[in-house]
């Protein structure tokens, strides 16, 4: 699904999170006017290849919380490229969606609706001023869901007051409802945000990236084996992001999906390397030819990690196009 991306920072926002800064997160200043809007859509359809299919999606705001005149005013600009594109996505605030919602929602053909969830505990909700408990999310889950939505839900990791037990409770929580995706995304201290007040009066002290690393890979397994796919992890690495001095702590990493697969595939490798190990052997990895980076790890990491633990003599990576996706199997030789 190709994603015309239209940022509308903090529309509809009641209060600025602890945590946001819209400008750096999505290198966007000022609301876009609506010509701008046009033109914006109109340039990335020219480019969308044949047959693809395609969501005009407003991001970085509450959407279903603004005045609905607002919305509606921004839903025409879409409708009149339906013959483009397949749908709508926007972002939302939980229990922002009282019935007259759902049909304008409707009724302009939002296909998509991406929840902020953040977390599923209260403590933690309260902590970053989130005006929302667990049962509002899982009933507008449901809600949505009824009335033939998908529905992304949004989590973040490492908020103040946050555990692994309770993001794995989260996670197990989301599971048992009819959610379609989910985004995950480390806490980050961006600068000229509420939380970055927190670190410097120490109220505050991210997880570090192993930490995030650690606690997404218990995720990934508890998803890949409800069959919930887990369509992003971070945030998009704009250019305003990627400047050091706009993150000041949190686990950042501008490559943290390919960072996070590796792990995954090293897990596994792992859990096959059974027994005693001959020092100075060899290990062949065999992988799913789209998987051969994976297995080798971010920068070939995997391979490193491997030599130095188990003191290889050499460690490679072979596709075979006989191994399904995910799947590993290995050899070791003298």
């Known amino acids: 699904m190709k994603l015309i991306s239209i940022f509308l920072p903090y529309l509809g926002c009641k209060e600025r999170c602890m945590f946001c800064n819209q400008q750096i997160l999505n290198d966007v200043f000022v609301v876009p006017g609506k010509i701008q809007i046009r033109k914006r859509i109109e340039a990335a359809i020219r480019t969308l290849p044949e047959n693809e299919k395609s969501e005009i999606a407003f991001f970085g705001c509450s959407f279903s919380s603004m005045d609905m005149s607002m919305q509606e005013e921004y839903l025409q600009i879409a409708e009149a490229y339906s013959d483009h594109v397949q749908g709508v996505r926007i972002s939302a605030y939980p229990g922002s969606?009282?019935?007259?919602?759902?049909?304008?929602?409707?009724?302009?053909?939002?296909?998509?609706?991406?929840?902020?969830?953040?977390?599923?505990?209260?403590?933690?909700?309260?902590a970053?001023?989130?005006?929302?408990?667990?049962?509002?999310?899982?009933?507008?889950?449901?809600?949505?869901?009824?009335?033939?939505?998908?529905?992304?839900?949004?989590?973040?990791?490492?908020?103040p007051g946050d555990t692994k037990r309770k993001f794995m409770n989260a996670i197990k929580e989301l599971i048992k409802t009819?959610?379609?995706?989910?985004?995950?995304?480390?806490?980050?201290?961006?600068?000229?945000?509420?939380?970055?007040?927190?670190y410097f009066e120490k109220r505050y002290e991210p997880i570090?990236?192993?930490?995030?690393?650690?606690?997404?890979?218990?995720?990934?397994?508890?998803?890949?084996e409800s069959q919930i796919p887990l369509i992003r992890v971070g945030l998009f690495p704009s250019k305003s992001?990627?400047?050091?001095?706009?993150?000041?702590?949190?686990?950042?990493?501008?490559?943290?999906?390919?960072?996070?697969?590796?792990?995954?595939?090293?897990?596994?490798?792992?859990?096959?390397?059974?027994?005693?190990?001959?020092?100075?052997?060899?290990?062949?990895?065999?992988?799913?030819?789209?998987?051969?980076?994976?297995?080798?790890?971010?920068?070939?990491?995997?391979?490193?990690?491997?030599?130095?633990?188990?003191?290889?003599?050499?460690?490679?990576?072979?596709q075979n196009e006989e191994i399904k996706p995910s799947q590993v199997e290995i050899r070791i030789s003298k």
Not at 129 to 158: C, H, P, W
């Open 241 to 318: 992001l990627t400047r050091s001095s706009n993150v000041i702590a949190g686990p950042f990493h501008p490559s943290l999906g390919e960072l996070l697969k590796g792990r995954i595939f090293r897990k596994r490798i792992e859990e096959k390397l059974n027994g005693d190990i001959p020092e100075n052997s060899f290990l062949e990895i065999f992988v799913n030819p789209r998987e051969v980076s994976q297995a080798s790890g971010y920068k070939k990491e995997n391979v490193i990690y491997f030599i130095k633990k188990f003191r290889f003599m050499q460690v490679k990576v072979t």
């Open 128 to 159: 970053a001023g989130r005006r929302y408990n667990s049962e509002d999310v899982l009933n507008d889950i449901s809600k949505l869901k009824a009335n033939g939505f998908t529905v992304v839900g949004q989590l973040m990791l490492g908020l």
């Open 97 to 126: 969606f009282p019935d007259e919602e759902i049909k304008l929602l409707k009724k302009y053909n939002v296909t998509t609706i991406e929840i902020g969830i953040e977390s599923l505990s209260i403590g933690v909700l309260k």
């Open 178 to 198: 009819d959610l379609d995706f989910i985004r995950l995304h480390p806490t980050l201290i961006l600068k000229n945000s509420d939380l970055e007040v927190m």
């Open 208 to 224: 570090t990236l192993e930490e995030s690393l650690d606690w997404m890979m218990g995720a990934f397994e508890l998803l890949e």
